[in-house]
């Protein structure tokens, strides 16, 4: 475990330093090839003033030269081609190392932790936790039960007693007289109302008359 601890940074170490040594050698080709092309070009200019002296075989050598510069500008351009190549190669490697180095971090962090909080412990911690729920229900439950002279009540006697009070309610509510009762209709006579001391007397008279006609047959 601890050689793959101490390993991994001296191989991410190998990789940076492999990746700055082709970016090294690559800007060295680069200035190679700038330094032979102007090199070329001269040879150039060279065969140009040779042609213009009438001096053909020197003219031919400048330009044999400038096509040795021009191979040797060819061949700097494949080894940077190369280069490139591998620092693509290497780059796309350690991606995939990096990539995989944390996949392999992750999967033992979750072992870690399965390891840590397996299924005996939960069901434990659960056991625990309803062992404390039942403990504070009946703590609750204790601290709520009457005590003293409250404790010596009897419930049936209270309820009995609760009922009594609500059936004498309950009569009281029958016997209390309509406040809301339509009054008898007032007697009318020639279009005009009697007054309750009056249709009292009228009433009397009535039955008075009606007496006499039963007596009169």
Known sequence: MFSRIFGKPKKEENAVSTLDKLTETLEMLEKKEKVLMKKAAAEV???KEFTRA????AAIQCLKRKRLYEQQVEQLGNFQLRIHDQMIMLEG???TTDTVDAL???ASAMKAMQKATNIDDVDKTMDEINEQTESMKQ????LSTPIGA???FDEDELEAELEELEEAELEEQLLQPATTAPGAPVPMRAGRPVQPARQ???AEEDELAALQAEMAL
Do not use: D, L, P
């Open 45 to 47: 200019e060279k065969a």
């Open 104 to 106: 392999r971090t992750g």
């Open 200 to 202: 009292h007397v009228m």
């Open 150 to 152: 409250a404790a010596e």
């Open 54 to 57: 009438k001096n053909k075989r």
């Open 93 to 95: 490697a350690k991606a």
């Open 139 to 142: 703590i609750q439950e204790a």
